[in-house]
């Protein structure tokens, strides 16, 4: 059984990459950086590994805007540029991403209502033209590392052990916060209904982890929450 799970993942990884390399990357060679990008990515062009590895601490450090885990991809990936020469490796590596969210988004969906619905689910996702953002390196990128983060946490949810997801959808806070949000909805996808009052204890578990962050993020001083307070 787990043979043919990893031969049918073997196949279906390749086709997501794929679409989603020909559907926002084709024309990769022509990208740059754009808006936050340069200031997410272009410091670390000309930076060698050590100074890269010394600025993504200094990064993590200072807390990155309350998103500290979000000072490492930008990292990696503006160095491979600067190492390359090539903006390509942003967008090698923001497909990559894309196309392993959108794996696990068939797992997820396939668990309750099977492969059709799976594929449907995941192409939508590398499809839609609701986001015209994924080519962006930042989105790509940062943004994307975010959403597999609350994938993974959906996954524990998915199987009930939604006790961990909480604090596993704190990576993704720490990357990028809008898509921990996303995790209230997935016992939707549970394979046996929740309980009100199963579900009524996961959100507020979920609100306990989130407050406790907003809570350490203003106690640390951090810009942007300070300024919600004046």
């Known amino acids: 059984m ?12 390749p086709i997501l990459l794929a679409t989603v390399a020909l559907a926002h990357f084709a024309l990769a060679g022509r990208f740059g950086l754009y808006s936050d990008d340069w200031s997410f ?3 670390f062009v ?18 990155y805007e309350g998103r500290p885990l979000g000072a490492i991809a930008p990292g990696v990936v503006g160095y491979l540029i600067g190492l390359t020469g090539s ?6 590596a923001g497909a990559c991403i894309i196309a392993c969210n959108a794996e696990l988004l068939w797992r997820l969906v396939n668990r309750v209502a099977g492969p059709w619905y799976a594929w449907a689910t995941a192409l939508a996702f590398i499809l839609s033209p609701v986001d015209l953002t994924r080519e962006l390196p930042m989105h790509a990128v940062i943004l994307q590392l975010s959403v597999t983060c609350t994938l993974v946490a959906a996954h524990f949810v998915a199987t009930g052990r939604e006790r961990a997801a909480p604090f596993i959808g704190l990576l993704s806070l720490l990357t990028y916060e809008s898509p921990y949000f996303l995790l209230a909805a997935v016992p939707l996808l549970a394979a046996t209904p929740w309980s009100r009052r199963r579900w009524l204890v996961f959100l507020v578990q979920l609100a306990v982890v989130f407050v406790v962050y907003g809570i350490v993020r203003a106690a640390t001083g951090e810009s942007r929450i300070s300024d919600l307070s004046t």
């Not at 000309?46 to 807390?63: T, Y």
């Not at 903006?87 to 090698?92: L, Q």
């Open 46 to 63: 000309n930076d060698s590994l050590p100074q890269a590895l010394a600025r993504i601490g200094r990064g993590i450090g200072s807390g």
């Open 2 to 13: 787990n043979r043919d799970m990893s031969h049918a993942a073997a196949t279906r990884v």
């Open 87 to 92: 903006f390509i490796a942003a967008s090698v």
């Open 41 to 43: 990515f272009a410091p």
